[in-house]
């Protein structure tokens, strides 16, 4: 079992940067791949970024390439990272952070195990 709670949130106007953080609980925070999703409001929640258990490959969606970095802190953080710059009103949703039992990082939402309570983000034009 583990528990995540995001962090980092907030009100930004377009142009600019945002990380968000997702603190994991346990202590084999290390054996799981780890994702962010988002979700806008009247549309299904979406891949954003994933990470595999050690942090030596990333996957990001067409929509966060270029723009957004996913990193991870395996030591004394047990922390999942999200870095977005350049950010676009229509990158506007409430951001998920999600963990997979398994150490392999995929974009399908139906496969990751926990879920946090989701951090708001907001860019205006």
């Known amino acids: 079992q583990v528990q995540l709670v995001e962090s980092g949130g907030g009100l930004v106007q377009a142009g600019g940067s945002l990380r968000l953080s997702c603190a994991a609980s346990g202590r084999t925070f290390s054996s799981y791949a780890m994702g962010w999703f988002r979700q806008a409001p009247g549309k299904e929640r979406e891949f954003v970024a994933a990470i595999n258990w050690s942090g030596s490959s990333t996957y990001y969606a067409d929509s966060a390439k270029d723009r957004f970095t996913i990193s991870r802190d395996n030591n004394a953080k047990n922390t999942v990272y999200l870095q977005m710059n350049s950010l676009k009103p229509e990158d506007t949703a409430v951001y998920y952070c999600?963990?997979?039992?398994?150490?392999?990082?995929?974009?399908?939402?139906?496969?990751?195990?926990?879920w946090g309570q989701g951090t708001q983000v907001t860019v205006s034009s």
């Open positions: 999600a963990a997979r039992d398994t150490g392999w990082a995929t974009y399908r939402r139906n496969e990751y195990d926990y």
